[in-house]
């Protein structure tokens, strides 16, 4: 079957057409950005302490009623706790100061029974500062990240599956109506049940058209423009999302009205249904030979080239209905266990670094006194490592690349445990560092999919591997919970999960300057052991057990050479390349009638043969003529 680039390089790679479903893709992506870490600010804790009601306190026990803790060295004010209030109000009518009549530490305390006071200072509500997600219910603001992420993990699943069945275009715009729609509605929400029940739904849809989008972008873009578009325009388009997040959450300083905000997109969605088109490769793949055709008989009017009359003339006329179409589901990526070893490799190390790349983005809001400035460092890293990231594909093969970039990940993990915490802006620059590795190695990834899959299961693979991955990003931040315990085991264990995938990455088939494979059985071809590169084995005729004996050499007539003569030739002459079975034993030349051979010259010849045996499966050639 002709390659699917072949047929349509009539069309060029960088015309109209190519420009528009280029800019019109990774400009629907701009919104995953800014929603995917929307809750870095919408569950991050505000300074906050126990409300002391209004009682005529004395200045002094009105500074010292919130008890003073210290945490990671530092004293600040007790987050969950306050003196008790009855107690207090008695030693301050009788006017006791305290510290000095009053021996602090033998005060009983109790909880923020009257609730808490945020600070201002950066925020005016964050869904934890609404809903009070702090303190007995410090355990909701991981696990409402959490919940998120295992929405977009069963919106990665699903519409992977619904993407191969129902199409790339139907998929990537009803993904974007889901998270729109839920996103509006989630300003509404009265509760954290309601918030988080919404937000689950907000998931399903998330990631969803990511991978939508970038699977449509692969398959309608050829050479080295689908490799700009799938690890550098795609993620650009993420990036710039990203970093818009930071200054709308600065000027807003409200949940409500960030989440609102982020339900914008989708009255920009809709004028472009007109102009993205559907993947002419899976339209191919279900048998519509006529519906690609005509996509592609419209590019090339946007490009004004011409068109010849047969496109795609494996799939014409009477071979199209007798050609069998080839249809797959998840089932098929563990089928065969070349296939099986892939994807479970890809699913691993799609975990490893999706917890690493989330992990690191999910705790820049600790990083630096000003949360919006280290979302904005966070974001703005990616814009290299997106760079980087399309270099590598455009010159580098994709396994040592990977594997290169985990490690880099793992390095300055490793380093910031060597560091004082006197020099916070070091701890600070390798963090980014390793971002910036993570970010490289899951921009790697996804190209890196996209090449080994075929047309029928590719979006199955990347949505069961994204899937996978969001596994990972569900457990993320309560991996960066961890260091309440051990302040840098969280560290610890992201370097030492990259580490372990940079070693399963060895073990995958290489994609780098191969064309995309159409069916299961290009990839089967492309994973075995062979290799893409190597020529079949061709079957061989047996060799007989009992071949007929050789005629006898010259004699009598023909004289035999004396010691002094040089040596009969042998000459070896091979029948395949390949396995001994294939070769014969040639016999000698015939030779004149009546001509006999003396004793000596038997003799000789047994010598020479015990001296220079024959190699299995040569033809040894007769005697060299006599002079």
Same mark, same amino acid.
């Given at each position: 079957?002709?390659?699917?680039?072949? $047929?349509?390089?009539?069309?060029?790679?960088?015309?109209?057409?190519?420009?528009?479903?280029?800019?019109?893709?990774?400009?629907?992506?701009? *919104?995953?950005?800014?929603?995917?870490?929307?809750?870095?600010?919408?569950?991050?804790?505000?300074?906050?302490?126990?409300?002391?009601?209004?009682?005529?306190?004395?200045?002094?026990?009105?500074?010292?009623?919130?008890?003073?803790?210290?945490?990671?060295?530092?004293?600040?004010?007790?987050?969950?706790?306050?003196?008790?209030?009855?107690?207090?109000?008695?030693?301050?009518?009788?006017?006791?100061?305290?510290?000095?009549?009053?021996?602090?530490?033998?005060?009983?305390?109790?909880?923020?029974?009257?609730? =808490?006071?945020?600070?201002?200072?950066?925020?005016?509500?964050?869904?934890? $500062?609404?809903?009070? #997600?702090?303190?007995?219910?410090?355990?909701?603001?991981?696990?409402?990240?959490? /919940?998120?992420?295992?929405?977009?993990?069963?919106?990665?699943?699903?519409?992977?599956?619904?993407?191969?069945?129902?199409?790339?275009?139907?998929?990537?715009?009803?993904?974007?109506?889901?998270? /729109?729609?839920?996103?509006?509605?989630?300003?509404?929400?009265?509760?954290?049940?309601?918030?988080?029940?919404?937000?689950?739904?907000?998931?399903?849809?998330?990631?969803?058209?990511?991978?939508?989008?970038?699977?449509?972008?692969?398959?309608?873009?050829? +050479?080295?423009?689908?490799?700009?578009?799938?690890?550098? +325009?795609?993620?650009?388009?993420?990036?710039?999302?990203?970093?818009?997040? !930071?200054?709308?959450?600065?000027?807003?300083?409200?949940?409500?009205? #960030?989440?609102?905000?982020?339900?914008?997109?989708?009255?920009?969605? #809709?004028?472009?249904?007109?102009?993205?088109?559907?993947?002419?490769?899976?339209?191919?793949?279900?048998?519509?030979?006529?519906?690609?055709?005509?996509?592609?008989?419209?590019?090339?009017?946007?490009?004004?080239?011409?068109?010849?009359?047969?496109?795609?003339?494996?799939?014409?006329?009477?071979?199209?209905?007798?050609?069998?179409?080839?249809?797959?589901?998840?089932?098929?990526?563990?089928?065969?266990?070349?296939?099986?070893?892939?994807?479970?490799?890809?699913?691993?190390?799609?975990?490893?670094?999706?917890?690493?790349?989330?992990?690191?983005?999910?705790?820049?809001?600790?990083?630096?006194?000003?949360?919006?400035?280290?979302?904005?460092?966070?974001?703005?890293?990616?814009?290299?490592?997106?760079?980087?990231?399309?270099?590598?594909?455009?010159?580098?093969?994709?396994?040592?690349?990977?594997?290169?970039?985990?490690?880099?990940?793992?390095?300055? #993990?490793?380093?910031?445990?060597?560091?004082?915490?006197?020099? *916070?802006?070091?701890?600070?620059?390798?963090?980014?560092?390793?971002?910036?590795?993570?970010?490289?190695?899951?921009?790697?990834?996804?190209?890196?999919?996209?090449?080994?899959? *075929?047309?029928?299961?590719?979006?199955?693979?990347?949505?069961?591997?994204?899937?996978?991955?969001?596994?990972?990003?569900?457990?993320?931040?309560?991996?960066?919970?961890?260091?309440?315990?051990?302040?840098?085991?969280?560290?610890?264990?992201?370097?030492?999960?990259?580490?372990?995938?940079?070693?399963?990455?060895?073990?995958?088939?290489?994609?780098?300057?191969?064309?995309?494979?159409?069916?299961?059985?290009?990839?089967?071809?492309?994973?075995? !052991?062979?290799?893409?590169?190597?020529?079949?084995?061709?079957?061989?005729?047996? /060799?007989?057990?009992?071949?007929?004996?050789?005629?006898?050499?010259?004699?009598?007539?023909?004289?035999? =050479? +004396?010691?002094?003569? *040089?040596?009969?030739?042998?000459?070896?002459?091979?029948?395949?390349?390949?396995?001994?079975?294939?070769?014969?034993?040639? $016999?000698?030349?015939?030779?004149?009638? +009546?001509?006999?051979?003396?004793?000596?010259?038997?003799?000789? %010849?047994? %010598?020479?043969?015990?001296?220079?045996?024959?190699?299995?499966?040569?033809?040894?050639?007769?005697?060299?003529?006599?002079?």
């Amino acid at each position: 079957m002709k390659d699917f680039a072949d $047929s349509i390089s009539f069309l060029g790679q960088w015309g109209r057409f190519q420009q528009v479903v280029f800019f019109l893709l990774c400009v629907s992506l701009v *919104p995953n950005g800014f929603s995917t870490f929307i809750l870095v600010f919408l569950t991050d804790v505000p300074g906050h302490h126990c409300v002391v009601p209004g009682f005529n306190l004395t200045e002094d026990w009105n500074t010292t009623i919130i008890p003073i803790k210290v945490v990671n060295g530092k004293q600040e004010q007790s987050r969950c706790s306050r003196y008790r209030l009855d107690v207090v109000r008695n030693l301050s009518a009788q006017g006791f100061i305290p510290g000095r009549d009053v021996n602090l530490t033998e005060l009983e305390q109790e909880s923020c029974v009257d609730g =808490w006071s945020y600070s201002k200072d950066f925020y005016q509500s964050t869904v934890v $500062s609404e809903f009070d #997600l702090v303190c007995s219910d410090e355990w909701k603001q991981p696990f409402t990240a959490t /919940v998120y992420f295992i929405g977009v993990l069963f919106g990665s699943f699903f519409s992977g599956q619904l993407s191969d069945r129902f199409g790339r275009k139907p998929v990537l715009f009803a993904t974007m109506a889901v998270q /729109v729609l839920f996103s509006f509605i989630q300003v509404f929400s009265t509760s954290w049940t309601m918030f988080t029940i919404l937000l689950f739904f907000n998931g399903l849809g998330q990631m969803s058209n990511f991978v939508a989008a970038l699977v449509l972008g692969a398959e309608i873009l050829t +050479g080295n423009v689908r490799v700009l578009y799938s690890s550098l +325009g795609s993620c650009l388009g993420f990036a710039i999302g990203y970093m818009i997040l !930071p200054l709308a959450a600065h000027f807003l300083r409200d949940w409500k009205s #960030l989440m609102l905000v982020s339900s914008l997109p989708g009255l920009l969605y #809709l004028p472009l249904w007109t102009f993205i088109p559907e993947s002419p490769r899976w339209l191919l793949s279900q048998g519509k030979v006529e519906e690609a055709e005509a996509i592609v008989r419209k590019a090339a009017k946007w490009n004004k080239v011409t068109v010849p009359n047969i496109i795609f003339e494996d799939y014409s006329g009477d071979e199209k209905n007798t050609q069998p179409i080839e249809k797959a589901n998840v089932l098929d990526l563990l089928r065969k266990s070349s296939m099986r070893t892939t994807t479970l490799i890809f699913c691993f190390v799609f975990f490893c670094s999706t917890t690493g790349y989330f992990g690191l983005s999910l705790n820049t809001a600790q990083l630096h006194a000003n949360p919006y400035i280290s979302c904005f460092i966070s974001a703005a890293v990616e814009v290299p490592a997106y760079i980087s990231s399309w270099l590598i594909l455009h010159y580098l093969p994709r396994r040592p690349s990977v594997i290169s970039s985990l490690l880099l990940g793992a390095m300055p #993990l490793y380093l910031i445990l060597l560091v004082p915490q006197s020099l *916070p802006n070091l701890c600070i620059a390798l963090e980014m560092f390793g971002k910036y590795a993570f970010t490289t190695t899951f921009s790697l990834m996804f190209t890196y999919l996209s090449e080994l899959y *075929p047309t029928v299961l590719r979006n199955t693979a990347i949505g069961t591997c994204t899937t996978v991955s969001r596994v990972g990003s569900s457990i993320a931040p309560f991996v960066i919970k961890l260091n309440a315990y051990i302040l840098y085991l969280p560290y610890i264990i992201l370097s030492t999960l990259a580490v372990v995938a940079a070693i399963a990455t060895y073990f995958l088939p290489e994609s780098f300057g191969k064309p995309l494979p159409e069916t299961m059985t290009q990839m089967h071809k492309r994973e075995s !052991p062979l290799g893409p590169s190597d020529p079949p084995l061709r079957p061989q005729p047996p /060799v007989p057990s009992n071949p007929p004996p050789p005629p006898r050499p010259p004699s009598g007539s023909e004289r035999p =050479w +004396g010691p002094s003569d *040089p040596p009969p030739s042998f000459t070896a002459t091979a029948t395949s390349t390949t396995t001994p079975s294939s070769l014969a034993l040639r $016999s000698f030349p015939p030779q004149p009638h +009546g001509s006999e051979r003396p004793s000596s010259l038997l003799h000789r %010849h047994q %010598h020479h043969r015990s001296k220079h045996p024959v190699p299995s499966g040569l033809a040894l050639r007769g005697f060299p003529p006599p002079p």
